[in-house]
């Protein structure tokens, strides 16, 4: 069974910075690209950065440099790095990523996401 772990949200204050981790396990074949999204509340769920296998990050355009998203693939792991933080940013930020579980199974999994809470 695959699943996606996140970690790393928390309280900070407006201009702060915050990592978030999502670490994948399970019987995973293969990982075609892993990415962020963040739902604030009373609102739809949104992209805000993927990092696709051996190709570069790409970035809501509102997160242009400020957030930066990286992998550790010996790892299966992504990172979001999170600077000069806003109150906007505040929202549930879940981790997701396309991955085989075997040659010919690929699917989408989420996390179960992790609270990020930006004070003014």
Do not use: H
Not at 45 to 61: F, L, N
Not at 87 to 116: K, N
């Amino acid at each position: 069974q695959v699943q996606l772990v996140e970690s790393g949200g928390g309280l900070v204050q407006a201009g702060g910075s915050l990592r978030l981790s999502c670490a994948a396990s399970g019987s995973i074949f293969g990982i075609k690209v892993m990415g962020w999204y963040r739902q604030a509340p009373g609102k739809q769920r949104e992209w805000v950065a993927s990092i696709p296998s051996g190709g570069s990050a790409v970035y809501a355009d509102s997160m242009k440099g400020r957030f930066t998203i990286s992998r550790d693939s010996a790892k299966n792991t992504v990172y979001l790095q999170m600077n000069s933080l806003k109150p906007e940013d505040t929202a549930d930020y879940y981790c997701s990523a396309e991955m085989w579980s075997s040659p010919i199974t690929l699917r989408s999994y989420w996390g179960q996401g992790t609270q990020v809470i930006v004070s003014s």
